[in-house]
């Protein structure tokens, strides 16, 4: 096998579509948000990215069917345009192999006529956050006003140390092929799976897009991380030596 092979499924006529990535990252914000925009749209894969960058394994499905790890994208219709959504269940091992795999990515972006691209993912808080805000980063300081009417936060210092990863390289190399690059951090605790942070972010994105999406799963799976995190705080709080909801009934 080559370094990195594309394999193409479909080659659909895409309408003004815009690049969504949403690959494995802190809290898997963007993983998340990517697959329940394919969870709520007909989505089409159209190309598979195979990289011996990615971990030595296969993906076992219910039935007990093999396939060799690898990124995919979909083509997703929506009612102004269309999306390309990128995402998986790996990065790349190493700094070279995330700089090689990020300009695979974007061939196969422009190959469907693909000039605007948005990098989902976190950044870390190291605690909680209820109500998430939505933190912004752009290849282009022309397109910061518009992000802000969508709510978008532009902090100075953060997030600190910078975007690793696809998500960060999806706008420096993108800036130097002339694409428009955006990415959309949702605040979120960096040690939990976070479907609020993912919704948060996927709203944010209804608006500067133009798209319309349900949340209702999303929405059921953040109760069940909220039940999660309640239950880590209470078994920390216990072994601090400090009381429970219940102890406190009985004090007063």
């Known amino acids: 096998m080559d370094d ?14 815009v690049l969504i990535e949403g690959l494995p990252g802190v809290g898997h914000v963007g993983k ?34 093999a396939e060799l790890a690898c990124a995919e994208f979909h083509a997703v219709e929506t009612a102004d345009r269309d999306l390309l959504v990128l995402t998986g269940d790996h990065q790349a091992q190493s700094h070279s192999g995330h700089y090689h795999l990020t300009d695979a990515f974007l061939d196969v972006a422009e190959s469907h006529g693909v000039s ?14 209820e109500e998430p805000d939505v933190l912004g980063a752009v290849s282009d300081a022309a397109d910061i006003e518009a992000l802000e ?9 953060e997030p600190a140390g910078g975007i690793v990863g696809v998500s960060g390289l999806l706008l420096g190399l993108g800036e130097r092929r002339d694409f428009r690059a955006a990415c959309l951090m949702g605040e979120t ?30 929405e059921e799976r953040a109760e069940e991380m909220k039940e999660v995190a ?21 004090i007063g």
């Open 4 to 17: 990195i092979e594309v394999e193409t499924v479909a080659e659909p006529d895409l309408r003004d579509p």
């Open 32 to 65: 998340l948000a990517a697959e329940h925009l394919l969870e709520e749209f007909d989505s089409e894969v159209v190309a598979r990215v195979f990289s011996d960058e990615f971990p030595p394994q296969v993906a076992v499905d219910d039935d007990g069917v």
């Open 116 to 129: 605007e691209i948005y990098a989902l993912g976190g950044v870390p808080t190291g605690e909680l956050v």
């Open 149 to 157: 009417d969508a709510a978008v936060e532009f902090r100075e210092g």
């Open 189 to 218: 605790s960096g040690y939990l799976v976070d479907p609020t942070s993912a919704q948060a972010v996927l709203e944010v994105l209804e608006t500067v897009v133009g798209f319309e999406v349900g949340y209702d799963s999303l």
């Open 230 to 250: 309640e239950k880590i705080q209470e078994m920390q709080n216990q072994q601090q030596g400090m009381p429970t909801d219940d102890d406190l009934r009985y």
